[in-house]
């Protein structure tokens, strides 16, 4: 584990013991079952991976950086595109039908991430 880094916790709340002579249960128990990196936690946990776009911010240049870094990146992972416009408050769920991703990055490769803005929360229930 490194110092400073997100981690993913599996854990498992049992039921408290029983006291015989009392019949009270004492507090839950926690048993922790796994512990990884957040990082590692979507090769083993993941279904699809959405990339969301303003409506505004698609351009031609934008498109091509996209399909470069999912060209670097082929795997097994659904890919999901989710378009929104804010001032028409429309949302448009597209999931591709060939293109698949990996999570993880390629030994010696490294993929420049391009910025992206954050959905409003109102459109991306």
Not at 88 to 93: F, H, R
Not at 110 to 125: G, I, N, S, V, Y
Request: charged residues 35%.
């Amino acid at each position: 584990m490194l110092k400073s880094s997100f981690i993913y916790v599996r854990t498992f709340i049992k039921e408290g013991w029983t006291n015989r002579d009392t019949g009270k249960k004492s507090e839950p128990r926690v048993q922790f079952n796994n512990f990884q990196l957040l990082h590692d936690v979507m090769d083993s946990y993941a279904k699809k991976l959405s990339i969301q776009f303003n409506i505004h911010d698609i351009k031609e240049k934008r498109i091509k950086e996209i399909q470069e870094l999912l060209k670097l990146h082929v795997g097994k992972h659904k890919l999901n595109f989710v378009i929104y416009d804010n001032e028409e408050q429309i949302k448009l769920q597209m999931p591709s039908r060939k293109q698949k991703v990996k999570s993880k990055r390629k030994q010696g490769v490294e993929a420049t991430e391009p910025e992206f803005q954050e959905c409003p929360a109102r459109l991306c229930d």
